[in-house]
């Protein structure tokens, strides 16, 4: 069955996160001035505004900052309602958007924030690999 | 007046993005933006995060956000090619007045470009299409959509934090209800204006239908029709009006960031920097403020303003509600009107926000619109703050009645 969510079209200065993606790495946005690493991927570091950028190797493992329980969703993700949206604090430093897989949406107390979660990609198609984040033991 | 803003400003540089004409690796319209205010910063000498005010045309929190810049002054003003030139005249304007020192205005358009790849950037309004901003990009894939869906994030981390609970939040749902069977404006006045109108219960709240946890349908505003208009006028013409005028004491504005991905504190607005501004414009504080009127697009939403503005400590912005402060009769009201929640929102309620701040302080209330009065209160100041995006930006007036 086809991929059937939506699927990002990559920007003019996003592909070596993409490309690794499909190799199964994360690939973050780092400032060689001032060392922080950022997201989402900027054309100047937000912190102190060089653009003196490179994309490192993330460890890929992070924890639940927030989330909340989808039950009123639209278009594709319409049907999957109940699901679990997420933002991780990613080990590096930052945060992301995910949808959280490992966790049970109809029992969001469960649920903890600050629990660590590890990153895995999901093939939308040949060029496109969307990473995904799941709650691992601690 | 208009001598007063003669010389008051100048434009002290002046910058273009790296690469201009017909570019044959095609570039977005923000990476035009960033590039020119890169240049620009690197010309003058001025540090990027030292830009207090953002003009442009439309794009104002996205360049904000990808910049890190935290402004006191946000103009989109977005009337085609001379834009720019007005830009300049509002950024001479809000200096004069002491509100910045430094404002940048900003262009990028990918004219050339977006054939290939469209314009790229949220701000864009009007090209659409192709290449998002980055941060659309990286969020895009994962199913949210209405505000509610990101709203949520926040009342759940709010919840961990300060150990509130749905019920606390429901509480200002139930009040403002209570508020809006005071004003048969209100779209929930009563069962006979709306099948779900009239009072309800904090235990309705808590059971009523699940848009997304912890969110019930009851603890989200209403999306309905509405349409109002302030006028604003000098002291001179106001002297010489018959209708009473309500003194702007204060005004103040700021954003935290554009998409909720770039949200540091989900428990804090920007609304900590533009009621600062306001209540220092004014002289006054939240102490001396006796009435608020607060944008709840969500319970969320107005809890973590009333914080925000002061009314209330850290964590502790529903007991305004709980403990009866804000509900009628209370020491300080709220949302007088039945707010978002229960008098009405159409998709941005900025306005009604204003409209009920005047007719309480103006002592109007009571005069009715369209034949319908309100609930007259005795308050003579009034906080107004409006939040838009996902809990993105915020402004703030203090707003005082006449002597
Ligand atoms: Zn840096």
């Not at chain 2, 001479?92 to 404002?103: C, P, Q, S, V």
């Not at chain 2, 069977?181 to 709306?194: C, I, Q, V, W």
């Not at chain 2, 607005?269 to 697009?297: F, K, N, R, V």
């Not at chain 2, 926000?353 to 009065?373: F, H, M, P, V, W």
């Amino acid at each position: 069955m086809s991929y059937p969510f939506p699927i990002p079209t990559p920007g003019t200065h996003t592909r070596p996160f993409w490309e690794g993606a499909k190799l199964g790495k994360l690939m973050l946005p780092r400032c060689q001035d001032c060392n922080r690493v950022h997201w989402y991927p900027r054309f100047l570091c937000p912190v102190c505004h060089s653009n003196n950028l490179e994309w490192v190797q993330a460890s890929g493992e992070g924890r639940i900052h927030t989330y909340a329980v989808q039950h009123l969703a639209f278009g594709p993700w319409a049907k999957e309602a109940p699901f679990v949206t997420a933002y991780i604090d990613l080990n590096e430093g930052d945060r992301m958007l995910t949808v959280l897989r490992g966790v049970d949406p109809n029992k969001p107390q469960d649920i903890k924030i600050g629990a660590r979660v590890r990153v895995e990609f999901e093939a939308a198609n040949d060029d496109m690999h969307i990473p995904f984040w799941r709650v691992v033991e601690d | 007046m208009a001598g007063q803003l003669s010389m008051a400003a100048a434009i002290v540089g002046a910058a273009e993005a790296n690469e201009i004409g017909f570019l044959e690796e095609p570039v977005t319209a923000l990476q035009l933006h960033i590039e020119a205010i890169r240049n620009l910063s690197i010309q003058t000498g001025v540090p990027i995060a030292k830009i207090e005010g953002v003009f442009s045309t439309g794009w104002s929190s996205e360049l904000c956000e990808h910049l890190g810049i935290k402004p006191k002054y946000i103009d989109t003003t977005a009337v085609g090619g001379c834009s720019f030139e007005m830009h300049v005249h509002h950024a001479m304007a809000a200096i004069h007045a002491g509100i910045i020192d430094i404002a940048l205005v900003s262009h990028g358009e990918n004219g050339h470009s977006a054939r290939k790849i469209g314009g790229g950037g949220a701000g864009n309004y009007g090209r659409g299409g192709g290449v998002a901003s980055p941060a659309q990009e990286m969020t895009m894939a994962y199913g949210l959509g209405s505000a509610p869906s990101n709203y949520a994030h926040a009342m759940v981390r709010h919840m961990h934090r300060f150990g509130t609970t749905t019920e606390d939040f429901a509480h200002i749902a139930k009040v403002t209800r209570d508020w809006a069977t005071l004003n048969p404006r209100a779209a929930m006045y009563s069962k006979k204006k709306h099948p779900f109108g009239g009072p309800i219960t904090v235990e309705q709240v808590e059971t009523s239908r699940l848009i997304a946890w912890p969110l019930t349908i009851l603890h989200c505003c209403m999306v309905a029709d509405h349409g109002g208009a302030v006028l604003v006028a000098s002291p001179k013409v106001a002297a010489g009006l018959n209708t009473k005028p309500v003194w702007i004491a204060g005004a103040g504005e700021s954003m935290g960031h554009s998409n909720m991905l770039e949200m540091d504190d989900f428990t804090a607005t920007s609304a900590g920097i533009s009621s600062t501004a306001a209540y220092t414009m004014a002289g006054l504080g939240p102490d001396d403020m006796e009435m608020a009127q607060l944008y709840d697009s969500f319970t969320i939403t107005a809890a973590i303003t009333a914080e925000m503005l002061g009314l209330a400590p850290r964590g502790e912005g529903h007991l305004l509600w709980k403990n009866g402060h804000a509900a009628p009769g209370g020491r300080l009201p709220i949302n007088t009107n039945g707010g978002g929640l229960s008098f009405n929102h159409s998709g941005m309620y900025g306005m009604p926000l204003l409209i009920e701040a005047y007719r309480q302080l103006s002592g109007t209330a009571e005069d009715g619109i369209n034949g319908d009065k309100g609930k007259q209160t005795s308050a003579r100041t009034c906080v107004v703050n409006g939040t838009g995006g996902s809990l993105s930006t915020t402004a703030t007036l203090v707003l005082v009645a006449d002597d």
